[in-house]
């Protein structure tokens, strides 16, 4: 499926049983072909090839512990002190971005601290900063480069 991010030659395969999967390099492991990991995969190579995001410091599938309850962060990125810089939430491209996932990846934000949050369908991006201070998030325009979030 054609997203609305740079297409790359991604290393997809058939399982014995039919199945399709895509290698996650950060993961290092081939994992599920779902639109929703097609969107992850996409997603994550543009942060690394063109927004210059360090994988060093980039991970998928996060787990956290949110009221007792064992979630996982699609994606995080790590700032150079190790705290988590940015989170990305990530829909399939039938799936609209509504509040309901900007208010999941809030809450997820509650325990990670983040500066940035992102939220992809693979058609539609959006993002925005957190001020830690006064509560709020601000909508951004772009999704930055590394050298404005390593600057954060």
């Known amino acids: 499926m054609q997203l609305n991010l740079p297409a790359y030659d ?3 395969s058939r399982r014995a049983d039919g199945s399709l999967q895509i290698y ?8 599920a072909l779902t639109p929703e990991e097609w969107v992850r995969q996409h997603f994550v190579h543009w942060l ?17 512990r949110l009221n007792g309850t064992l ?3 699609d994606t995080v990125v790590y700032a150079l002190d190790g705290h988590p810089a940015v989170i990305v939430e990530y829909k399939a491209p039938e799936v609209a971005v509504t ?10 934000n509650l325990v990670m601290r983040a500066d940035w949050l992102v939220v992809s369908n693979g058609m539609e991006h959006y993002c925005c900063r957190y001020d830690h ?15 404005v979030v390593r600057g954060a």
């Open 48 to 64: 690394l090839t063109e927004k210059k995001y360090p994988a060093s410091l980039t991970a998928n599938e996060v787990g956290l």
């Open 71 to 73: 979630r996982r962060c």
């Open 24 to 31: 996650d390099p950060l993961r290092r492991k081939h994992v």
């Open 10 to 12: 991604a290393p997809v």
């Open 133 to 147: 201070a006064s509560g709020r998030y601000s909508f951004v325009r772009e999704i930055p480069d590394w050298t």
């Open 99 to 108: 509040q309901k996932v900007f208010d999941q990846i809030a809450r997820y």
